[in-house]
């Protein structure tokens, strides 16, 4: 994937798949310092500091006032769990049935139908000014933070500091602290406040620093354009204002679904023997705020699902174990009733499920592989 408007947010876009993804949670219930996880607290490292000093002897040469410096580092420090983040990515390779299947989960779904009626105003009032689609919106706003609940509690200035002086990037996450500590010293929020996933993407929609000073938009007018805040205006304004600004045109569809026979235009099948899509140049907009098919069609469906449509049409063909989503559902469904609970009952194979087969295999005095498969599914019941 390509470095866009940010790298890394907390909704499915970093596989959103948080939940799926097997990794452990940055907050706590709780909030602020005291909710995060311990391994995104600041520790004790000189090497951290040393080059700290050295960013700051230089940053007046960006533009940084000593008093942004002080109040951006005042509480700064380097996160080991950043790291560690950063260093152990895994390259999901999900089907785009299982993306897809938690892209516009009956949850994200229903939960993307409220916030959009309770926004509609905003949403609609954004469409008038942007011509952006409302639920295109409401849709990227579903899946980069589920409709806000999931903004990020780590501060930004720690991690991206932390990820400049350590992490595999350094140049890319130096621009970022460069343009957090710019966002700091224009007064559109506060350091306490400025907080977001454990790479510094940031608010509703998870924009990265350097995007945010290039699109952020203030749709409040109180002078600020506090993409933090629990109103989301802010957020899904700037939203809008990214998509305008990468070719988004008023009035015209991201894609549909279409059938076998049909041939005009794009026609894309990111999945070979499942759905195929007729898409124009909105769904390359959306691309452009992350660049990948699944995440495109995720938003666009998403969105249409917002709207009041239904299921896609076509049935994904079994997956390399032979089980079809309603057979991996099934799985899930009676290893939970035994005892041994999935986290969920959606179809998708994940490490929770994996957990499950292998506690179940290991009481049985099976050998616990993990892995699906229709005999498991038989044995069952």
């Known amino acids: 994937m390509s470095i866009t408007r940010r790298h890394f947010g907390l909704g499915i876009a970093a596989c959103g798949l948080a939940a799926c993804s097997g990794t452990?949670?940055?907050?706590?219930?709780?909030?602020?310092?005291?909710?995060?996880?311990?391994?995104?607290?600041?520790?004790?490292?000189?090497?951290?500091?040393?080059w700290v000093s050295a960013f700051r002897s230089r940053a007046p040469g960006y533009g940084l006032s000593e008093t942004t410096l002080a109040s951006g580092f005042r509480d700064a420090g380097y996160l080991p769990g950043v790291v560690t983040r950063d260093r152990n990515q895994t390259e999901f390779t999900r089907s785009l049935e299982d993306y897809l299947s938690i892209a516009a989960s009956d949850e994200r779904v229903s939960k993307g139908r409220a916030a959009f009626a309770r926004h509609r105003n905003t949403l609609q009032a954004l469409e008038d000014r942007f011509g952006v689609d409302g639920k295109i919106i409401a849709a990227i706003w579903g899946l980069e933070s589920f409709y806000g609940e999931r903004r990020g509690d780590v501060p930004v200035i720690s991690a991206t500091s932390t990820l400049a002086y350590d992490g595999r990037r350094g140049a890319f996450f130096e621009k970022q602290l460069i343009a957090a500590l710019k966002i700091l010293q224009n007064g559109d929020i506060g350091v306490a406040r400025m907080t977001g996933s454990w790479a510094g993407a940031m608010g509703h929609t998870q924009f990265i620093p350097t995007s945010y000073l290039a699109f952020a938009v203030d749709f409040t007018g109180d002078g600020r354009r506090d993409i933090w805040s629990e109103d989301p205006?802010?957020?899904?304004?700037?939203?809008?204002?990214?998509?305008?600004?990468?070719?988004?045109?008023?009035?015209?569809?991201w894609g549909s679904e279409v059938g076998d026979g049909a041939n005009a235009g794009s026609i894309i099948q990111p999945q070979p023997g499942g759905p195929r899509f007729a898409v124009t140049g909105n769904y390359r907009a959306i691309k452009r705020y992350n660049n990948s098919d699944a995440y495109a069609i995720g938003v666009g469906h998403l969105a249409d699902r917002i709207g009041g449509a239904g299921p896609l049409r076509t049935s994904f063909p079994p997956d390399a174990n032979g089980m079809t989503k309603a057979d991996r559902k099934a799985l899930q469904e009676r290893l939970t009733a035994m005892g041994f609970d999935t986290g969920g009952t959606d179809g998708v194979i994940g490490p929770n499920t994996r957990r499950a087969i292998s506690d179940y295999q290991s009481s049985r005095g099976l050998s616990a592989t993990g892995e699906p498969s229709l005999a498991l599914l038989r044995s069952l019941g």
Do not use: H
């Open 233 to 253: 205006s802010d957020a899904l304004a700037s939203t809008a204002a990214y998509l305008q600004r990468s070719g988004w045109t008023r009035g015209v569809r």
């Open 24 to 50: 452990a949670p940055l907050a706590v219930a709780g909030g602020g310092d005291a909710g995060l996880a311990s391994d995104v607290r600041p520790v004790p490292n000189p090497g951290y500091d040393t």
